[in-house]
């Protein structure tokens, strides 16, 4: 049975960090590349950042860039998402996915792309207060 179950979420104020972790279980976890994404109420679920399957190669949202870090251990079977200089605009529920698309994405227009993750957790809340 597969599994992604993220954890770390909490209520935290402007210019605060946050870890968010994600483990994984039920599938081949060093096949998949892993992202990240988050869903504020009343939006569209938006990608955040993504990791590659082995070699680490990252890309985030522009919104992100600079502030979060997406990492993972194979060995362990997680992701993690740390997140640095929050914002309110950061409020969201953080959702942990693996990619299972084949041909896999090969532009950052494709790592964007909620339809290419096969797999996805129930979600962890982060809000940050002003």
């Known amino acids: 049975q597969v599994q992604l179950v993220e954890s770390g979420g909490g209520l935290v104020q402007a210019g605060d960090s946050l870890r968010l972790s994600c483990a994984a279980s039920?599938?081949?976890?060093?096949?998949?590349?892993m992202g990240w994404f988050r869903q504020a109420p009343g939006k569209e679920r938006e990608f955040v950042a993504r990791?590659?399957?082995?070699?680490?190669?990252?890309h985030y949202a522009d919104s992100v860039k600079g502030r979060f870090t997406i990492s993972r251990d194979n060995n362990k079977n997680t992701i993690t998402l740390q997140m640095f200089s929050l914002r309110p605009e950061d409020t969201a529920v953080y959702y942990c996915?693996?990619?299972?698309?084949?041909?896999?994405?090969?532009?950052?227009?494709?790592?964007?792309?909620?339809?290419?993750?096969?797999?996805w957790g129930q979600g962890t809340q982060v809000t940050v207060s002003s």
């Open positions: 990791i590659s399957r082995r070699d680490g190669t990252t």
């Open positions: 039920g599938f081949i976890f060093s096949s998949y590349p």
């Open positions: 996915a693996a990619d299972g698309s084949y041909p896999g994405a090969r532009t950052p227009a494709q790592f964007m792309e909620l339809r290419r993750y096969k797999y």
